[in-house]
């Protein structure tokens, strides 16, 4: 009897079982029927399609092709739509999928302010640095202090794309492009120049950056502390170098300890350290 009665229970558990994957399996399937292709192509105020634009509709996440568009699988009802492109102000707006297959989106150019203007300015002049060094000297630590400030550039537009508010991008634009304008100075001061002549003979070798990190004020200040140590046993703190100048420029940044800037300064200083580390016969 008590067997019998094991064998109902688990025939009843096996039912139940293939009753809820079956309910399962119509659930999924009515779903997936409610969903529907749907497109929204990204334009520029003059019509031109804008390829490689991050664009998020509700939940949903994208990235437009080379016609402009980014293609979502969607439930109809109305959703949040949040488009950032460079150079370019933000888009977001609600719209109602299920309407048709397309939205179009026409993005305004971003209206530039005196930060921006300056980051322009400042990445412009360190491109001319690099080119007034030109061919005659070695280009092993000129090209790794241009790319810095390269990477610098997309720090600083990439924060300007994360944070909401004005202020905060405009001081984020304004500190980096005060150390990509420290920089291109520093690539062609005399002493540096009378460097790269030196290490003519040399052959030139390529240096990766560091990686980004965003560290305390505490440790930041003990990074700077460092690589002032590494400097003045290297070649001696009185001497204009590479090095030193990126080593002023996070010592000034670090005066005003916002969240990027000591994220910008740490990137900095690991970059001097880098340097006099992988480059350092190039400095001697």
Not at 92 to 107: E, F, M, S
Not at 184 to 203: D, I, P
Not at 257 to 277: C, G, H, Q, T, Y
Request: charged share 25%; proline share 4%.
């Amino acid at each position: 009897m008590e067997l019998l009665l094991l064998a109902a229970f688990a025939l009843f558990l096996v039912v139940m079982l293939i009753a809820l994957l079956i309910l399962l399996y119509f659930g999924i399937t009515r779903s997936n029927k409610k969903r529907r292709q749907f497109s929204i192509l990204v334009v520029s105020s003059f019509g031109e399609p804008l390829e490689g634009v991050d664009v998020k509709l509700g939940d949903e996440v994208g990235i437009t092709d080379s016609y402009g568009k980014a293609s979502f699988h969607s439930q109809p009802g109305e959703k949040e739509l949040h488009i950032l492109a460079d150079s370019h102000a933000e888009f977001r707006q609600k719209i109602k999928v299920g309407d048709g297959p397309l939205y179009q989106a026409r993005l305004q150019k971003d209206r530039p302010t005196q930060e921006s203007k300056s980051l322009e300015e400042a990445i412009s002049s360190a491109r001319e640095s690099r080119e007034e060094i030109g061919t005659g000297y070695n280009p092993a630590i000129p090209d790794f202090m241009f790319n810095l400030c390269l990477a610098i550039y997309k720090m600083a537009l990439d924060e300007a794309r994360s944070e909401s508010g004005a202020k905060a991008r405009s001081e984020s634009q304004k500190n980096a492009a005060f150390a990509v304008a420290s920089i291109a100075k520093g690539m062609v001061e005399r002493r540096n120049l009378s460097l790269y002549a030196k290490a003519k003979g040399k052959k030139p070798r390529t240096v990766e950056l560091p990686s980004l990190r965003t560290p305390d004020l505490i440790s930041a200040r003990q990074k700077l502390a460092q690589v002032d140590l590494l400097i003045t046993h290297s070649t001696g703190k009185s001497a204009i170098y590479p090095p030193l100048v990126l080593w002023k420029t996070a010592q000034k940044l670090l005066l005003e300890p916002s969240i990027f800037n000591m994220r910008l300064s740490a990137f900095i200083l690991d970059s001097a350290e880098k340097m006099i580390v992988e480059l350092g016969d190039f400095l001697a």
